[in-house]
Nanobody, 112 residues
Framework: VQLVESGGGLVQPGGSLRLSCAAS????????MGWYRQAPGKQRELVAD???????KYEDSVKGRFTISRDNTRNTVYLQMNNLKPEDTGVYYC???????WGKGTLVTVSS
């Protein structure tokens, strides 16, 4: 069982990043996949999720700026993040919903 997040980095406000999460097939196929973030000193929160059929849901603060998608042939889920804000800073994790499988996360820092 493996989840590997990548694509984080340092970006200026207003910039963009694309996160990727590669998952083992056993914890990808048939699961709704979520992207979570944990800001410094705060609890982990759900940012967006996507069902196996591609239906998406977003936390209010990222609507219109973030897009979640998945490639079921590659067992990979993506998070395109545009117009980034300093409050988007945090470690981003992917997770098959209702499981306790987590990767190491990827750090996103939005700062000028």
């Amino acid at each position: 069982v493996q989840l590997v997040e990548s694509g984080g980095g340092l970006v200026q406000p207003g910039g963009s990043l694309r996160l990727s999460c590669a998952a083992s097939g056993s914890i990808f196929n048939g699961y709704t996949m979520g992207w979570y973030r944990q800001a410094p000193g705060k609890q982990r929160e759900l940012v967006a999720d996507v069902t196996p059929s591609g239906r998406t849901k977003y936390e209010d603060s990222v609507k219109g700026r973030f897009t979640i998608s998945r490639d079921n042939t590659r067992n990979t889920v993506y998070l395109q993040m545009n117009n980034l804000k300093p409050e988007d800073t945090g470690v981003y994790y992917c997770n098959p919903k209702f499981t306790n499988y987590w990767g190491k996360g990827t750090l996103v820092t939005v700062s000028s």
